[in-house]
Nanobody, 118 residues
């Protein structure tokens, strides 16, 4: 059974930093892709950043230059370092992994709240 456990969310002031972590279990092979998405109230879920098994990365424009995604294939973890946070970054952040063995599937974490406010 695949499980994704997220941690690191919380309340931070504008300009502050947070580091989100996601640990995957129940996966035998390194996921093709691991990433983070977010969903703000009243909005659709959107891409934040993804990182492939070869460490190639993809960032949404909103996070370029502020967010850094990284993964550890041995530990099956994916982290998102978020700096210079803005109120517009407030959302529930979801971890996502794409596996292709034995079947092509996407898995989601339960989400962690990030609130950027004074």
């Amino acid at each position: 059974q695949v499980q994704l456990v997220e941690s690191g969310g919380g309340l931070v002031q504008p300009g502050g930093s947070l580091r989100l972590s996601c640990a995957a279990s129940g996966i035998r092979f390194s996921p093709r892709s691991m990433g983070w998405y977010r969903q703000a109230p009243g909005k659709e879920r959107e891409l934040v950043a993804t990182i492939s098994v070869d460490d190639s990365t993809n960032y949404a424009d909103s996070g370029k230059g502020r967010f850094t995604i990284s993964r550890d294939n041995a530990k099956l973890t994916v982290d998102l370092q978020m700096n210079s946070l803005k109120p517009g970054d407030t959302a529930v952040y979801y971890c996502n992994v794409e596996v292709v063995i034995p079947n092509h599937r996407y898995y989601w974490g339960q989400g962690t709240q990030v609130t950027v406010s004074t």
